[in-house]
């Protein structure tokens, strides 16, 4: 099988998701990916014409919830896992406006 | 910056805008915090809208019925079924790294807006409107971090997106005002823009003229102007954005034209009034979409869209017809009466009560306006009921009262219950118009001008003036109680042997 999936792209998916990968984690990952794309690619072979896509695996639709307020969160609770906290607020590195 | 003779300036603007509502549902779209401004910071989340591991979104039911009412009253096609997706995105006031929306099934497409632009119908089309879920808010100015507030993380937000239909200034603020009143009317937004509840963005381009080329001319290149929320901004921004590209497109004619430069962002920087660069659009838009697994799709039947259809009222743009029609009040009235619903629905309901619509009109204009902007409320809300507005309408036609008194009375009603014939008879603002009463301060007026007198009864160029001041007299001395139309009679009698 070809591969799907050159070092090249998985570099650009790896930026577009901020994560940093070395070199060889590029090769490794670009691998492993086009294996994934083949295998799914097995789908192709099935003749799927007439076929509705699917967007939900379950065939129910308009679950919905009543417009009701109901408990949040305290403060304190709200920030209690943060890593780094400034009043009220989740504190992260000063963002350039 | 509106420019009427497009050709002669050898461009034509092309706007396309799009808008996003926040939805004044009680909680928020996909979870139960309540969608409230100004609670302090961080207090109405819980752990789907932190975008804590592991938690399930559950739809909130009237947030679609708004979007689907906003998108009817917007003449779209409504999809039967759409599905959720998730837009992926970086950035501190969205917890979960991605926000979820709608991407290719948004669930109104292809609709239009009819606007009114100096007197002339303009339709506007509407490419789509879709439901997602607002971001949360950084606060810049802490010293050594910025703040993140995630309260308005997750509140409904319905996105509607204009064809390029949009060619100057001011059709752009006529869109953006209409689609504010819109959404007032249907009640699925206050449209409050201090809190944030509208914003625009821009994409601007101009359409140069030239016969040489085979299309007939080419456009600029597309810039985006991001996240305004203020109608002053949009304004400044575009005509910013008109000049600026004319000014790019005379300083290189080929050069500076779309098919040779990518669509890019520009920011607003309200301090110098300038548009400033900031990316090139192509890198910024991969949001790598794909459907949202955690929420199931909606699927309408006729009688879910026609329950909803029911809850559409009366368009603005329908009513200000009817109202110049039924009421044949002039432009600007029937613009300010129809400005507002609720303004709207009090004027239908002091006619109803058996007010004439030009006195009901003029004092709501007059007085009522006035007053509610004084007290930052509308009109139908200063505590006057359709049947007082009436009752003091119809003082007014009659001559029980002057127009002026009627003025003091409408204010007076604020303060009390009492029916309007009450307030002017105890602040002895009854108008005079009993001529025996009125006969003696004439005489003794025409007695005391003789000179007026006689340039009224010389018919000359000072007798239309002459008669004003005697009239005016006249008023002073009953200290405006006396009916003006009596007192005229009586002065064209004695001096004109008139009757
Ligand atoms: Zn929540």
Redesign the interface.
Known sequence: MPAKIDPDQVRRIAR???INLTTDELEQFAGQLSDILNYIDQLSELNTEGVEPT??P?K????????????????EQ??ANAP?T??????????L? | MIQKNVTSLGYRPTIGLEIHVELSTASKMFCACPNHFGDPPNTNVCPVCLGMPGVLPTMNRQAYEYAVLMALALNCRIAEFTKWDRKGYYYPDLPKNYQISQYDLPLGSDGYIDLLVNGQTKRIGITRAHLEEDAGKNVHDLPDCTGVDLNRAGVPLLEIVSEPDLNCVEEVMAYARSMRQLVRYLGISQANMQQGHMRFEPNISLWIFDDSEPDGGHYTPIIEVKNLNSFRSLERTVAFEIARQAEEWQADPHGYRMDKMSKQNRGWDDVREVTVYQRHKEEADEYRYFPEPDLLPVEIDDAWLERIKAQLPELPIARYARFREEFGLDEKLTTLLTSERTTADYFEAVIQAGASPRRAANLIQSQGMRLANEKGTDVAELGISPQRLAQLCKLTDDDTVSASAAATIFQAMLESDAPPEKIASERNLMQVSDTSALESIVAQVLADNAKAVADYKSGGKKAKKARSFLLGQVMQKSKGQANPKVVGELIDREVLGQT
């Open positions: 577009l998701a901020r967007t939900h379950l129910i639709s308009n679950v919905f919830r009543q417009d009701q307020i109901g408990q949040s969160l305290s403060n709200a920030l780094r400034h009043g009220d607020f989740f504190a992260v590195p000063k963002v406006e």
